[in-house]
């Protein structure tokens, strides 16, 4: 695991820039990464850049992969406090 951590999800969207002569006018589509996340009770997103991407996507990993052990480390806490050894 890395030592980046980034909470939030990633969303791959295509579509044109507008530009009449670009090639995504003629149906090749640009590819752009999102990174939504809710921010105090509202969602936000970034556009990630191209050079970011691999970084971006291992800390979303990193982020969920310590989410869940920390909720399996919670979960065993609850069990352990909800019936206790007499
Ligand atoms: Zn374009």
Known sequence: MGSWFLRGTLSERSGKCGKPTCHCAKGELHQSLYLVQSHGGKPRQLCVPRAWQPRIRQAVDDYQQW???LEEV???EWQRLKEPKR
């Open 74 to 76: 919670s979960e065993r």
């Open 67 to 69: 989410q869940r052990l």
